[in-house]
């Protein structure tokens, strides 16, 4: 199965692009030009309307092409396609839904606060109150991160006993966090785990392929 992956680099395509090594089945980047705007032109936005960053192209088994968006929509339909990397416990398996809580919390709750933190104008109607609304946010991310650390103390990856797809989300969400006052990375079980992660071959390939530097979270 061969995919593509539109990314920017260090964006949301980051836990996609771990993941897709990790699995390690064919695929090829395409680098989204953000300078010129590429994700908002037509082309993309015919295969991506929100115009956001990442999207997948997957080949189907009848050899057409699907189009997936969203992170975690990629992350899991890489997971329940590859099941022999293990990245996800089975639909209906045990364990199954513990790793949908945290991928979801992931991205439904602790993503979606980044875009206050990176893009705080859009979220104020008076310029006046952008640095509060960044600032307000970080402060709503480092609790959540201290939520994810004391769910980490109890065991080893955040969505199972083992590593999953989810994990690579956390890893990139980490990562966003890096010039914060309090920087997630800072946090025992999660720093912990971040390690392991950038100690993986598949995390430094991509990391290296998008050109990725120290400091990496
Ligand atoms: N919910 C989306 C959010 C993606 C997202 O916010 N991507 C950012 C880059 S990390 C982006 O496209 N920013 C440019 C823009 O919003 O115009 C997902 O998970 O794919």
Redesign the pocket.
Same mark, same amino acid.
């Given at each position: 199965m061969a995919y593509t992956l539109f990314y920017f680099p260090g964006? *949301?395509n980051l836990a996609p692009h771990i993941a897709l090594e990790e699995i390690g089945t064919p695929y090829e980047l395409a680098l989204l030009d953000r300078g010129n705007a590429e994700?908002k032109s037509a082309p993309y936005l015919a295969r991506n309307p929100t115009?956001?960053?990442?999207t997948l192209l997957a080949q189907q088994p009848d050899g057409n092409e699907e189009t997936v968006?969203?992170? *975690?929509a990629i992350l899991l339909h890489l997971a329940d396609r590859h099941p022999e990397s293990k990245l996800a416990p089975a639909p209906g398996a045990a364990g199954r839904g513990r790793f949908l809580t945290w991928l979801f919390h992931l991205?439904n709750t602790i993503?979606p606060e980044y875009?206050v933190f990176y893009y705080p104008e859009q979220h104020v109607t008076d310029p006046v109150h952008v640095a509060d609304a960044k600032a307000t946010a970080e402060r709503r991310l480092c609790e959540m991160f201290a939520l994810v650390d004391r769910e980490l103390a109890t065991r080893p990856c955040i969505a199972a006993d083992h590593l999953t797809v989810a994990d690579f989300l956390l890893l990139m969400l980490v990562r966003w966090g890096r010039n914060f006052t309090h920087p997630p990375r800072d946090l025992p079980h999660l720093g912990r785990l971040c390690a392991e992660l950038l100690a993986r071959p598949s995390v430094q390939r991509a990391f290296g392929q998008e050109g990725l530097g120290a400091p990496f979270i």
């Open positions: 964006n *949301a994700h115009g956001r960053i990442p968006f969203e992170t *975690a991205t993503q875009r």
